[in-house]
């Protein structure tokens, strides 16, 4: 499991991490003044919070295949 998590936390690397879900969501407000459409998500790999464009569902799929662990079904 721990090298899964490794391929995961990858994914964080070059992300902007927020250390809550308020610090996220005020960035994300920002941005979506300036007609930037972004939500926060919790990451499962870093335990923190980063920005997307897109779900939130098809983030984790994205995660999850690359650490080889098939995509999530909803």
Known sequence: ???NMAKIKKSCRD???YASREAATRRAIELNRKG???KP???PA???W???HRSPVAVLND???EA???PVYV
Do not use: D, P, Q
């Open 1 to 3: 499991m721990r090298h």
């Open 36 to 38: 930037v459409r972004v």
């Open 63 to 65: 995660a999850f295949i």
């Open 46 to 48: 870093c335990g923190g």
């Open 15 to 17: 992300k902007k991490r």
């Open 68 to 70: 080889g662990m098939g």
């Open 50 to 52: 980063h920005l997307t």
């Open 41 to 43: 998500y919790n990451c």
